[in-house]
C-alpha cells in the first residue's frame, strides 16, 4: 500500500487506535456513519493520514476511496498534520491585493509543500487564512502566535530561517 | 399497475406510475440523451444533458428527464428549441475542461460525446476556454490505462466498480472543479485491488479509460518469419465482434471472425472453446474427486481472472475452494506449447500464442504466476474483442463481405459444452452434462435451471442417488452475496459457478462499447448469449467428454484427466491478497 502523497511519518499510539475503534463499533451499524466517525477520527489523530482511513476501511467494509473522496472533498478533514509552526498567510482582501498571493506561492515553493500540507520533517505546515484584522500591516502572515506584516516576497527566506535554527 | 396519461410532444401516451420522462419519451418514440444515467446503477441526475421541458400545470420548465418522474397529465417537449438550447450549453461547458484529442482517442467513431457533439451542432468546441485540469496518464495497471484529461465525471465507472461489481476501489476525489475520479491517496489502479474486470472501461462514454493495446506487437510477430503465431479464440467474441462492424448486438460472427483472423495472417486460427472442454474434463474430474475422497467443497470455478483476483482479494480463506483449473484461455495456450508443440516439432519459444478474450482481466492473468507449463508464458498477448475489431479495419478487411471459414484442426475442435462457457451458468452446464455422464452413464443435455441473466442462480440434481447442490453467480457484487451466505452456513452448495461479470464472458469488459442511450433498454447480456445457446443447440456434439480432440490429447499425451501430466500443464496456485 503506497500513497502518492509524501507525509510526516504516523506515530499513532495503541490508546488512540483503541479509542477509534469503539467510535467505530458505536457508530458503524447507523446511516451515514462515516462522518461522525472521521470527524472522532480527526479529533483523536489531529488528521486523516492512510493509516488511520485504513483502520476506518477495514473496520466499517467502506471501501478506502471511498473514504478519501469523503474526506478530500471536505474541507474540515485534513490528510496532513499541523507541524511544529504552523504559517497562515492571510488571503483575505487587503492583503492579497497588497501581493499575499505571492508570498504564499514563495511558500510552498521553498518549503515544497502545497497549502494544507505539512513538511515530511513535521516542522512546518502551511495553510491560507481569512482576514485576521491586520489590515493595516498587509500583507500578513502568522507563525503559531507571532504576527509578521508589511512583507514582501523576498522576507520569507529569513522568517523561515528564524524557525529552522 | 396503475397507469397515468402524459404528451409527449403533442402526443397522448398511457405509462405506468412512477415512469420517468426519459421512460416515458422513449416508450413515444423520442430519445432523450443520456452521459450520466445508467439505469438502477447510476441514477444521479448530475450531467444534465437529459434536460427536458416539462409542464405539470404551472408552466414550462426544464427538469433531469433521466431521474424525473412523470405526474399525472404532465406534458413533456423532448427537443424544444430551449431543451436544445440548454443541452448545446451543457455540450459547450463540458467541451471547456475536455482535452478534445478527438483524432488521436481510441474512442473516436463511438464516443457517446463526440456524438452529441455532432447531434447538437457544437459550432465552437472552445466556447467557454479558461482555466483546464491536466492530469498525468496512470499506466499502473497491467490491463488499462486512465487518461482523466477526457474524463467527464460522469461517474458510471464509479458506479459499476462500487455498486456491480461491489469492489469500489475508483471514485470521485476532491471537490468543485478540482474533481477528479481516482484511487484513494492517489494510488495507481495497479496498486489497489482493482480486479481487472474493465466493466468500467465498457461502460466509459468516452475514451478516458480504456484496455491496454497490444495489436502492434502482434502485428510484429505475424510479420517475423521466425514465429509460428497461433491464435484462440474465445467463446464470446464470436457474439460481440459484429457490433465492431455495425451489426446487430446478438449476431453470431464465427465464420466471419475466422476468416478475418485467417487474412490477418495468423499461421492458425484455434478455438478457445477446445481448451473448455478440456477445462470440464479436468474440472470435472477435480468435482467427483472432491466429492469422493472429501475433498474442500464447494468447488468454485476458476475461469475468470477477475474473479479469480477478487477471490484473493476478498475471500482469501476460500482460494483452497478453488478449482486448480488454469482458466481456458492459459490451459490453451498450455497446451498448444506442451502438446501442440512436440506434435508439430516446434520449439514452444517460437510459437506467439494469442489470444482474442471479450476480456481485459484475462492481460493481467498472462502475466500471474505458475503460467508457464512449456517454461515459457502459456499465453504471449491477450486482446480483447475491440482490439480484434480495430486490427481487422487497420488491415483493410472487408468484414462484413467475408465468407464464413472453419477453425483449424485439431485444436479448433469443440462441442456446444464448450461455446455456453462465455454466458454465466455455462460452465456449470458443460460441467453438469460429463459429470452427470461420469457419474451415470446418462447423456442429459439441458440444464435450465442455470441459464439466465439473473445474478445468483441455484438448483439441485440427483445423481446417481446423491442431491448435488449448485449455484452460479455473475457479477462480482453477487459472487459477494452468494460466498457470504456459504461462509455464514446459510447454504451447503457442493459445486459453484463464479463469473466476474453481470451475465458472463458476453457482457465482458472487453466487449465492445455499447452506448448507454441503448443499454439502458436493451439487455446486452440475453442478446449475446442467445448466440452461445443457439450454437450449443446446432452443433453435433454437445458433450466435451465426446470431443473427439480432447480424446486424442488424452491418449497421446495427458493420459487421463488429473494425471500428473495434467497437473503439471493444466492446473496452477492461487495467492492470498489484502484490500488496499
Known sequence: MNSAKATVPFKGTKEQEAQLLEIIAEKKDTQ???????QKAQEIYGYLPIEVQKIISDNTGIPMEKIYGVVTFYAQFSLYPKGEYTI???????CYVKGSG??????QEKLGISGGECTADGKFSLEACRCIGACGLAPVLTVNEDVYGRLTVDDVDRIIEKYTA | MENITVKVNGAEISVPKGTTVLEAAHMAGFEIPTLCYMKEINEIGACRICVTEVNEGRGFRLVAGCVYPCSPNMEILTASPKVIESRKKTLELI?????????????????????????????DASKYDGVKNSYEIDNSAAHMYRDNNKCILCRRCVAVCSKTQGIGVIGANERGFKTFIGSAFDMGLGETNCVSCGQCIAVCPVGAIAEKDYTKPVLEAIADPEKTVLVQTAPAVRAG???CFGLPIGTNVEGKMVAALRKLGFDKVFDTDFAADLTIMEEAN???DRVKNGGKLPLITSCSPGWVKYCEHYFPDMTENLSSCKSPQQMFGATAKTYYAEKMGIDPKNIVMVSIMPCTAKKFEIGRDDQSAAGVPDVDYALTTRELGRMIERAGINFLGLEDEKFDDPLGISTGAGVIFGATGGVMEAALRTAVYTLTGENPIDFPEVRGTDGIKEATYNVAGMDVKVAVASGLANARELLEKVQKGEADYQFIEIMGCPGGCVNGGGQPQ???GIRNFVDIREKRAKVLYDLDASMPLRQSHENPAIKAVYEEYFGEPGSHKAHEVLHTTYVKRSVN
Not at chain 2, 95 to 118: A, F, I, M, P, Y
Open chain 1, 32 to 38: 451515514g456513519a462515516l462522518m461522525p466517525i472521521l
Open chain 2, 286 to 288: 477435480e468435482f467427483l
Open chain 2, 514 to 516: 455499447v452506448a448507454m
Open chain 2, 95 to 123: 467541451l471547456s475542461t475536455h482535452d478534445r484529442k478527438c483524432l488521436s482517442c481510441v474512442r473516436s467513431g463511438n464516443c457517446e460525446l463526440q456524438k452529441l457533439c455532432k447531434d447538437y451542432g457544437i459550432e
Open chain 2, 241 to 243: 465482434l459484429g457490433e
Open chain 1, 88 to 94: 497562515s498567510v492571510c488571503l483575505g482582501t487587503a
Open chain 1, 102 to 107: 505571492d508570498i504564499y506561492d514563495k511558500l
